[in-house]
C-alpha cells in the first residue's frame, strides 16, 4: 500500500497565525507530542526569522530522534546557513528552501524577472545541496504560477538537487480538480534519475484546504503539510488530523498507509490549542467538541440503537473518550430516559411520561439541559404527585 508522509508545519507556518507565538519550551514540548502522534518530518521553524527562533528549531533538533526536523530558508545563503548551524545535531536533517514563482510575486514582491528567479533557484538549491543531503524546494504562490514556468522553476530545483518538491496553494485559492491536475501534470513532465517526493502545501483561505491536500495525494503526491488545528496565516493551513482521519476511515477510497498514530490525535490538538490559545470551533471535523455529541430525538435514538448510524469515527479511534447525547428541545424520549436511568432514577411508564413532558417544556426555554435541571424536574414533579 502506497505510504503518505506527514509533515508538520505547527511551529513555522502555525505560528503565523496572529497572535500565536510559543516559547522554546512550549515548541519542545509541541514537537514531542508530534513524535508520538506519528509525524514524519516536522518543520521547527525558520531560524533566520529571530534568534528565538534559531535557539527553538536548535532545541527540537536536539531532542527529536525520530522524525526528520526541517528549518525554512529562502533562497539567500544565510538563510541557508542559519538551517545548517540550527540543524547541525539532528538525527535526520532537511532544509526547505522557497522563492515565488507566480507573476505578481515575482513583479511586485521580488522584483526579479522570471530568469532571476530561475537562476536564484539554481544557485541557492546547489549551495544547500552543499550542505543537506535532503533539500525540499517550494515554489511559492505555485498555484497561481504559469503552469510552464512552474514545470521549469521545479525542474530547477531538481536539476540542483532537490528530492522534494512541494507545491504551495499559498494564497488558499485553488480547488481540488485543478489543484490534483497540477501534481498530475508536474509529475508526468518533470525528469529525473532519483526518485521525487511531491508534496501538497494548502491554504484554507476559500475552506478547501484539506479537500485539495486529498485531491494532490489522489494524483501523485506521497507527502503533505498542513498544521495541528488548522492553524497558520489567514485562515490557516490544512488540518493535518482532517487529512489523517479522511485516510484512515476511507482507506477503501484512498489506499494509502500513515503513521500516525490516531488516538493521539486529541491530545495533540489540545496541547496546541492551549499553547497557542487558538480555541477549537466546537463543530471542527474530528476534533471539535460536538464532533461527536448527537442531540436531535432521531440521531440519539439511532445512535443509541447503534453508534454507526450517524457516527462515522469511533470517538476513541481519536483518543476522545466517548460520544454525548446532550439533551435540548429536539430530543427524544429514549435519549431522555436513557439519561434518567444513567441518573440512578427507575421511573414508572406513566412517570416516564409525564417527565418528558415537563422536560420539553423547560427544554423550550433553555439551550442546555443539564443534570441538575433533570434531578431538580424529577424532584418537581415527584413532590407534586
Ligand atoms: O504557503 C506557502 O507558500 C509557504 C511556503 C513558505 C512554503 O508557507
Ligand atoms: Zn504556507
New binding site residues.
Partial sequence: MRKIQFFD?TLR?GEQTPGVNFNTKEKVQIALQLEKWGINVIEAGFPIASPGDFDAVKAIADNVKKMTVTG?ARCQKKDIDRVYEALKNAVDPQI?I?LATSDVHMKYKLKMTPDEVLASIKEHVTYAHNYFEKVQF?P??ASRTKKDFLLESVQTAIDAGATII?I???VGYSNPTEYGALFKFLIENIQSEQEIIFSS?C?DDLGMATANALAAIENGANRVEGAVNGIG?RAGNTALEEVALALAIRKDFYACQTTIVLNETKRTSDLVSRLSGITVPKNKAVIGDNAYAHESGIHQDGVLKNPETYEIITPTMVGVAQNSLPLGKLSGRHAFSSKLEELGYQLSESESKEAFKRFKILADKKKHITDNDLIALIADQHREE
Fill in positions: 508545519t507556518d525554512l526547505h522557497f517550494s511559492e504562490d512541494n504551495p496553494d499559498t502545501h491554504h496565516e
